[in-house]
């Protein structure tokens, strides 16, 4: 098996409050290099047969999706499932195969305020493995996760979005979404989701 996800208890503490307070948590240089390496090239090699994802309908959205490859299922089966959402929830998850893929948004690309449904996404983990860098204000760049309060309306907060980190937080509570990519940017993520499998572990800290 190769390195592992690891975080240190610090990390962990800070994790669970951001959650707490906000809903999502982004954890930033936290994909373990050869993890990192294998997925990105997982991500290229099945992005040309990716298909366009578009919505414009109760939620408009604009994508590119492609199915996970043999690294990206064994790495949220074997490894993020227990080396990161047990450690962080205290508690088993399900992986639901169906809701998890390659999701490739490049300039123009954008999803509007949602919930991911709670029936197969309880919990999101977005691992970043590709990005251009973030234009500085939130309002015109795509590469932050918007955060909004229950109207959908009132934004509350916007994550930056950068390559080698992870997002991971109850998309099924907390409505989120990403504003239109700008020109020149683009983000490439493995998207991941989990249903709670119901039984609790310890909480312990990383370290
Ligand atoms: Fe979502």
Redesign the pocket.
């Known amino acids: 098996m190769i390195e592992g996800f690891s975080f240190s208890g610090e990390a962990v503490d800070a994790v669970r409050s951001d959650i707490q307070r906000d809903g999502f948590a982004y954890i930033r240089h936290s994909i373990p290099s050869a993890i990192l390496a294998w997925l990105r090239l997982e991500c290229v090699q099945v992005k040309a047969a990716a298909k366009r994802a578009e919505g414009s309908g109760e939620l408009a959205y604009r994508s590119s999706l492609a199915p996970l490859g043999d690294f990206g299922k064994k790495i949220l089966k074997e490894q993020a499932f227990s080396e990161v959402l047990e450690l962080i929830f205290g508690r088993s998850f399900e992986y639901c195969e169906d809701a998890s893929c390659y999701t490739y948004y490049d300039e123009g690309d954008f999803?509007d305020p949602?919930l991911?449904g709670a029936d197969n996404c309880e919990v999101?983990l977005l691992l970043y493995l590709d990005a251009s860098e973030p234009g500085p204000d939130p309002g015109a760049s795509g590469l932050y996760l918007t955060l909004y309060g229950s109207d959908g309306e009132s934004e509350t907060k916007a994550i930056e979005t950068a390559a080698e980190g992870m997002m991971i937080g109850y998309?099924s509570r907390v409505m989120?979404g990403r504003k239109r990519l700008a020109a020149g940017e683009h983000i490439w993520m493995l998207t991941a989701c989990f249903t709670s499998g119901g039984d609790e572990v310890e909480l312990s800290s990383a370290d």
Do not use: N
Request: proline share 0%.
């Open positions: 999803l949602h991911d999101t998309g989120h």
